[in-house]
Every structure is written in structure tokens, then in C-alpha cells.
């Protein structure tokens, strides 16, 4: 069975074998669905001029991947870039397959250029707005997408059914190439020059130069509801995002159901996915949909605003937009109040199924830092770290020394908690910048089917700064979040335990901390990393080896005949 892969349609049978393999690997109800994806590079026009980007199937944003609660996906990945590619379906759970989750030498080696591997999962107890993007170096700054999974045939939103949903995809642009970029930065021992645009579904908006004609533009009607699926796929920006004389109702995040509550301006962080439906209750004119960053510490920022258009149907282009009225760009109290009012949906048919009694607490120290550097600018190389440790890329995929038991390619010794405790959100910390550096990778060993608190203090090693961490293979609840020093007597008392979100990425507040609990039931090699990219490249980051259950349904899967070797 074949089909393009920007195709809106839920794919019927079209091939004998597919129907066979449907039947006899998946529930009668579930369907194969195909897509191919082919890395390649092509010329994109922004802000005054065009310049070669690496793109999925042409496209920027790349397509959409539609399928439905309890589909199998098959998405064949064909490499013509000269970089080597890996793809992450950022959220998908990937249970005991992590050969499908795609980031590289976590769980396999990258696709090299003119090679081809075969992504093959399950969607499982899954349903909402996901997405995917590279997870190698930079490159998911132009190779990223949407995944829309709609619920099961017969199942309703626990919502008011929309008119129409669209894709909302928050980006950043550079106009230089961007890989070069980061080598300059990395050699230099700097951050690399920061993006030259944000952007709403690839386009920049009509306040940048010579981009009145890369604007996108959402046209609706007066009296009806839409669905919005936004997704924060920019590298380095928590966002802000509003309509201008609407309100937003947010119904998801992060592709679990919450409490509706309505709200005039959302908070984003990279990686997370927010819902909302939006009334088009308006007077019939012309509003700017905006997006701008939020960071509220004095550290220089992309602040400029990208914007679409929010239309009514028969309105002229002609008609200047009203612009809405978002946030100061350091509005930590809205950041915090906003964070609060996400809550599990927690009924019959959506339980919020918490873990409340906890084998296993572990405490993770954020630390940004410097080590020397004698070919650097300045002498020094900026460093992250969690617990004081800069995780180390190792040569081959964890995943795979994990299943095979191959010696020499990591230790299991990564630290429940730091090798000294501190003042952690105090004055700024600069006696002791240099972190921990090994030849191995230290990765967290957690038995199967533990239930496991982790603990995310943010700390002023250097600066302190928000801190979005997304984990792979799971979902987590997000129990508390505080600012200040974690006190583990007082603030557990705190916790929610009944209506938590549930999220695959969170939020770790400037000079704060956040509070996750997950059951470890998912076998594998699993990766978990700030998901600001120039912090993952620094090194902040780990990973974790959750053991196999009794017996082989409890057990990683083998591997895939077509995974790619390093």
C-alpha cells in the first residue's frame, strides 16, 4: 500500500500483502499506513534571498504523518544529503522498539548519505498532535514535521467537535547555512550566531523584509470553531503565541487530553505540542496570529516576532491586520501562573494513572559551564551538565550495545544525585565552571516496571536559565515545580497527585525546579535531553538502561534486519 505522504486521506487497503500483514500483526480494526521520505536539499526562498536547506519529500515544514489510534507506520527514510540523518518521532512511545525512535548513537547509528532505513512502529494508547524532526546536530532547524493521530473510529473528541483543524508549526530561520554555523561557534568556543527569523508554518510574516509574499494564512469563518495543533519545533526558543482579539481554549498537550481552560496567549516550550480551539466570534476583518520568544534572564535572545494571518472569509488582503497583545518578553509570572492551570482531563475513559508509591528518587543538578580550550577564542569551551557529568556522544548506538551486550561502550554508574550539594539557585556560582568529562557515556540503570521520581534543579552554575527536557519512550507526570532550591521536606507535601499533566517534555523553571514521576515499563535504551540544542550539544543530557521484564513479551524486540551500521 502507497501513498503521498502529504496526503490529507486515511489510506484504504490497496495491497493484497498489506491486508496479510495487517491481519496477522495487528488488530483487525488497525491499518498499515506507508510513507517515504526522502532526505534532500532544495532551494528555499526567506527574507530577501534563497538558499539551499535540507528538506523531507521538497517540503519545508515537511509532511504531515496522519494515522490513527492502534495503526502500524511504516516510513521508509531515503538519505540523498551529504549529512548523515537520523529521524525522531518525538513522543511516539516506541514500546520495546526503540530501534524506531531515531536519535543518533542513542538508538541507532544515522542513515548515511544514499542509504535507506525503514522506521516500523505501533501506535498504541496514543492520540493527539506529535511530531518529528532530525535528531542529529543541528539539523532539525528545516527537517521537521507534524503527527496528527486521530482516535479510534467511533471514539469523539472529549471536546466540542471543530469545523476545520490546522497545523500550527512554530520555527526559527537562519539565513546562512546552519551547520557551518555551529562549526564556527564550536571552534571559536562561542554560541553560534542566533536564528535570523522566527517563523509560523515555514514563513516569517509580513514584519520581516521582503516576506510579504512567505506569510501563511488561516482562513475561517464567522460562528465556526477551529482546532489548532501548534508545535514548538524551534531550536533554541520558549514562544509565546496569540490571536489577536480571540481567545484560545487549550484542550491538549503534548498529545493527552487536560482541563479546558481559555486563555489569550499560550507558552511553548521546544518540543512540546499544545491544542487549541479557537471561535471565530470576531467582527469579520483581518488578525495577526504572533509569536515571540520568552526568556527572563538578561542573556541576549531572538525576540522577533513571526506572524500569520487569522482570516476571515471574504475579507481583502488589503486590510491591515490588528496585532495582539502578548506578554513581556521576562513575564516569569505569566510563564508560572500559565503552567499551573495545565491539568489532566483524569476521568474513566482518560485516567491519569499516577505513580504513588516511588522506588526509585533520583535528583539532577542543571549546570551550564566552561572547560579549557586551547584553540578557542576565549581560551574556554562551554560546557552542560547534568549532576556535574557532560554526557559524551559515544561511537556506537547505545541501544545497540545495550541488546548485544557489547563491553567498553558505556558504564551504568550515572549518579542518583550530585557529588555535592550547594546553594544551587544562589549568587552566581563561578569558583568551579568545569564539569565532569569521560571517555564513555555514564547512562542511569532503572529495573523494569519501577516507578521513579526525578527530580530537575535548575542551578546559577554560570547563569541560570529555563530548561524544556524532553524524554524519549515515555510519558511522565509533572507532579511540582517551584522556584528556588527543591526542599525535600516541604515541597513533596505539595505535590499533585491526582490531576497532573502528563507530558512527554517539560518546562524546568529559571532558577527552579520540576518534579517528574514515570513507571519504567518500557524496556530499551531511552534518551533524555534539554531540549534547547545548543544545550544538548554542550553535553546536557543522558540516558537511561531500563532493564527487560520476565520474559520475552517484557523484553526489547530484536532488532530490524535494515538497521543502520556506524
Known amino acids: 500500500m502507497s501513498s503521498s505522504s502529504s496526503s490529507h486521506y486515511y489510506l484504504a487497503y490497496k495491497c493484497l500483502i498489506f491486508i496479510f500483514l495487517a491481519i496477522y500483526f495487528l488488530p483487525s480494526h488497525a491499518a498499515v499506513k506507508n510513507y517515504q521520505f526522502d532526505i534532500e536539499v532544495k532551494n528555499v526562498s526567506r527574507l530577501c534571498h534563497a538558499k539551499p536547506i ?26 540523498h544529503a551529504q549529512y548523515n540523518m537520523s529521524i525522531h518521532w518525538h513522543g511516539l512511545k516506541q514500546y520495546r522498539n526503540g530501534w524506531a525512535d531515531g536519535p543518533a548513537y542513542i538508538t541507532q547509528c544515522p542513515i548515511q548519505t544514499g542509504n535507506s532505513y525503514t522506521y516500523d512502529f505501533n501506535v498504541t494508547g496514543q492520540r493527539g498532535t506529535l511530531w518529528w524532526h532530525a ?8 527537517v521537521y514535521g507534524a503527527i496528527v493521530i486521530m482516535p479510534k473510529e ?64 488561516l482562513e475561517v469563518e464567522q460562528g465556526k470553531t477551529y482546532l489548532l495543533r501548534i508545535i514548538n519545533a524551534a531550536l533554541n526558543d520558549e514562544l509565546f503565541i496569540g490571536i489577536a482579539g480571540h481567545t484560545m481554549t487549550v484542550v491538549e498537550i503534548d498529545a493527552v487530553y487536560v482541563k479546558p481552560f481559555t486563555t489569550k496567549t499560550i507558552l511553548i516550550a521546544p518540543g512540546q505540542t499544545t491544542n487549541v480551539l479557537v471561535r471565530a466570534d470576531q467582527i469579520p476583518n483581518r488578525y495577526f496570529m504572533a509569536t515571540r520568544t520568552f526568556m527572563d534572564v538578561p542573556i541576549p535572545v531572538d525576540n522577533k516576532t513571526a506572524t500569520a494571518i487569522f482570516q476571515y472569509k471574504g475579507i481583502p488582503n488589503s486590510v491591515i491586520p490588528s496585532f495582539p497583545q502578548l506578554p513581556a518578553p521576562n513575564d516569569t509570572l505569566f510563564a508560572l ?38 584553540t578557542c577564542l576565549n581560551g574556554t569551551r562551554f560546557t552542560a551538565s547534568l549532576n556535574n557529568i557532560t554526557f559524551v556522544m559515544p561511537k556506537t548506538a547505545l541501544l ?18 550530585p557529588p555535592t550539594a550547594f546553594n544551587y539557585t544562589g549568587a552566581p556560582l563561578t569558583a568551579n565552571l568545569r564539569t565532569s568529562l569521560t571517555t564513555r557515556p555514564r547512562l542511569s540503570k532503572i529495573a523494569f516496571n519501577s516507578t ?10 554560570l547563569s541560570v536559565e529555563s530548561h524544556p527536557f524532553h524524554l524519549h519512550g515515555y510519558n511522565f507526570f509533572v507532579v511540582g515545580t517551584g522556584v528556588g532550591n527543591f526542599d525535600t521536606l516541604r515541597d513533596p507535601a505539595k505535590f499533585n497527585l491526582i490531576d497532573p499533566p502528563e507530558r512527554n517534555t517539560v518546562g524546568v523553571p529559571t532558577g527552579g525546579w520540576t518534579a517528574i514521576r514515570f513507571r519504567a515499563d518500557n524496556p530499551g535504551v531511552w534518551f533524555m535531553h534539554c531540549h534547547l540544542e545548543l544545550h544538548t550539544g554542550w553535553g546536557l543530557k543522558v540516558a537511561f538502561e531500563v532493564e527487560n521484564g520476565p520474559g520475552p513479551e517484557y523484553s526489547i524486540l530484536p532488532p530490524p534486519k535494515d538497521l543502520p551500521p556506524c
Request: glycine share 8%; net charge neutral; with cysteine.
Open 54 to 79: 535540507v528538506t523531507v519529500n521538497g517540503m519545508y515544514p515537511g509532511p504531515t504523518i496522519y494515522a490513527r489510534e492502534g495503526d502500524r507506520v511504516m516510513i521508509n527514510v531515503t538519505n
Open 135 to 142: 535528531h542529529i546536530s543541528w539539523l532539525r532547524a528545516t
Open 154 to 217: 467511533g471514539t469523539p473528541y472529549p471536546f466540542p467537535q471543530p469545523h476545520m483543524e490546522a497545523n500550527i508549526i512554530l520555527g526559527e530561520w537562519w539565513n546562512g547555512d546552519v551547520e557551518t554555523i555551529v562549526k564556527q561557534g564550536d571552534q571559536l568556543g562561542i554560541p553560534p550566531n542566533m536564528s535570523d527569523a522566527h517563523t509560523i508554518n515555514g514563513k516569517p510574516g509580513p514584519l520581516f523584509p521582503c516576506s510579504e509574499k512567505h506569510t501563511y494564512a
Open 337 to 374: 501562573s500559565y503552567n499551573r492551570k495545565l491539568r489532566s482531563l483524569n476521568t474513566p475513559q482518560f485516567p491519569a494513572k499516577v505513580p504513588l508509591k516511588v522506588d526509585r528518587k533520583l535528583f539532577f543538578t542543571i549546570g551550564l559551564g566552561a572547560n579549557p580550550c586551547a
Open 400 to 417: 545497540q550495545a545495550h541488546y548485544f551486550n557489547m563491553s567498553g561502550v558505556f558504564h551504568a554508574d550515572f549518579p542518583d544525585k
Open 452 to 461: 521513579v521520581e526525578l527530580v530537575l534543579q535548575d542551578t546559577n552554575l
